[in-house]
C-alpha cells in the first residue's frame, strides 16, 4: 500500500505516464520502452491540450543575518521561537514542503544559511510568507534569492527508516 501511494505522488509530480505502466505491468515482467504520444481528444481524435494546471513550487535561500550569533545554536537566536511555530503551522497547511538549515558540515553542525521549498503560485507570495516568518523578521536569517521549483523526481523515506 505505502509503494502505491509513493506511486501517486510520482505520478502527480509529473511522471504519469510511467507510473501508470509500472501499475499496469505484471510482477516480473520486463517494462515496454516509453513512447511519447500526446493523448488524443476524444471527440476531434486531435492531440489534447496538454494540462494548464501544474503544481508550482518556490525555493526560499536565506542567509545569515546581521543579527544571528554564530556559535550560539538556532533554538538560542532571535525569532527561534516565532520561528518554530510559523514552520509548524506552514506544514500543516501544505505550503511548507521541506525545510532546514544548511550546515558547515555533520560533526559541528554550525548553521550557514537555510532554505524553505514552499507551495506558492507567485515568488511574491514565497517572499511574503519567508518575510512573515520571525527569524527573518528578526534579522536571524535574510532572504538570498527565490527561485521557481518544479519537482523532477521524488524519494519518501518512512520516519522509522534510519538515515544512512
Known sequence: MKLRKLL?????????????????????QKPKPAMRQAPLNQKTQEPAAAPTHRPKHHVVFLRLGPNYVKGRPPQEQPGFAGHAEHIAKLAK?????????FVEDF???????????????????????AEADPFVASGALEIEKIRPFVVGAMSVRPESTPAR
Do not use: H, K, N, Y
Open 107 to 129: 560533526s559541528t553542525m554550525a548553521v550557514t544559511g537555510a532554505m524553505e521549498v514552499l507551495s506558492t503560485d507567485t515568488g511574491e507570495e514565497a517572499r511574503r510568507i
Open 8 to 28: 501517486l505522488v510520482l505520478a502527480f509530480a509529473g511522471g504519469v505516464l510511467g507510473v501508470v505502466r509500472l501499475l499496469a505491468q505484471a510482477p516480473g
Open 93 to 101: 497547511a501544505g505550503t511548507l514542503l521541506l525545510g532546514g538549515p
